[in-house]
């Protein structure tokens, strides 16, 4: 049998070992100046775990201990790096290949406070009327203030069909609402197309997964044929949290003809990549509008801000989240994992978005449809009402047809609106006479 004092030494020995794993960085460098003053907190730390293996009221757990000394080491570096125990990496890796079960939110911690960084599209969260801003202050009663990013999202996640109930302080409102969510399995659609109008197209993109510019490029050879091709179109990125930086890159290069794409820098040379445009992509030359929300983040900025930089597109709506920092998966060998934040990205132009986010080029405000009143019968009547009226002897053409749903939709969307008639516009001024300047 092992004594309590072995016990207690061997759980000094481990968790030195892995904190010093840590601070040489698993091939990262450790700054030399400060090895004699770090290994001397080192003891501090080991210090308080033989304490509180030799005198707490109850034998602890091991594991638990050294695992939650890591969480708080990492915790207090930013709030996109997280440690993971080796049932949270696998819930990682099950995110990451695009379906999952629980109500579907991107959240991050913003001053202190768990907050929404956006619903995605078509998810219980979205339909319940969660937004973007929310700042979750419970989870099933039980206050988020000193839970982690990661806690957080075990306590939201569940299997489907099972409820959860947030309470969500929102800018501007008068009291705390709840909302009862009930999860679902989440898969990810990625991209969603549809024309606007004759020769005006859409394209919208929920998130950055594996296949989303192979998507894109489907959709827009449905969009834009080489006999009846495209005269604008709109990307629309509100709302959307991000996803695999690659893919950002991907899609950028389908509009942008060469140069630089994003690039980023951290404090380790191999942190520091450019990414460019590759010469097959670019060939889209009709006008372009990005539609853009503070839901807008991550890799969705690096879309835009790339397209706005190299003068591609115009970038309509409200200003963006502002995440600007690459996170870095890293295994260890117990299954166990961190993801932490390895560098800052940039737009070509040298702007960083960290904490700023993308300015668009037209501030459009979203402005929720206001909900028909219903008239009391009798009260209103139009010429269609009338006893022996004359019938329209031109019936709706099938372009109305054609684009009814997509009307209603720009009915419910004023920036959606916007972007259409902008580029619309931009046809019409594109076909305007100049008068010639005497020279």
Known sequence: MISRSKKSLTAVALVVAVLIGLLLGRGMELVSADTEATYQKLKLLTDALDIIQTKYVDDPDNEKLIYGAIKGMVSSLDPHSSFLTPEEFKELQVETSGKFSGIGIEITVKDGILTVVSPIEDTPAFKVGLKAGDKIIKVDGKLTKQMSLMDAVKQIRGEKGTKV???????????????????????????????????????????????????????????????????????????????????????????????????????????????????????????????????????SEIVAGALKDHGRAVVLGTQTFGKGSVQTIIPFGDESGMRLTTARYYTPSGNSIQAKGIAPDVVVEFVPPVEKKETVPGLEFRESDLSGHMENDKPKSEAEEKFQEAAKSLQRDNQLREALGLLKGWEIFSKTKRPARNG
């Open 165 to 299: 109930v947030l309470t969500i302080l929102r800018q501007d409102a008068k009291e705390l609402m709840d909302f009862t969510i009930v999860r679902d399995v989440i898969p990810i659609v990625s991209v969603k197309s549809k024309m606007l109008a004759e020769n005006y197209g859409y394209i919208r993109v929920t998130t950055f997964q594996s296949r989303t510019s192979a998507e894109i490029k489907e959709a827009l050879a449905e969009l834009n044929p080489p006999d009846n091709p495209l005269k604008g179109l709109v990307l629309d990125l509100r709302n959307n949290p991000g996803g695999l930086l690659s893919e950002a890159v991907d899609v950028a290069d389908i509009w942008v003809a060469d140069g630089l794409i994003v690039y980023t820098e951290g404090r380790v040379a191999n942190q520091n990549m450019k990414f460019y445009a590759q010469p097959e992509g670019g060939e889209n030359d009709y006008p372009l509008v990005v539609l853009v929300n503070q839901g807008s983040a991550s890799a």
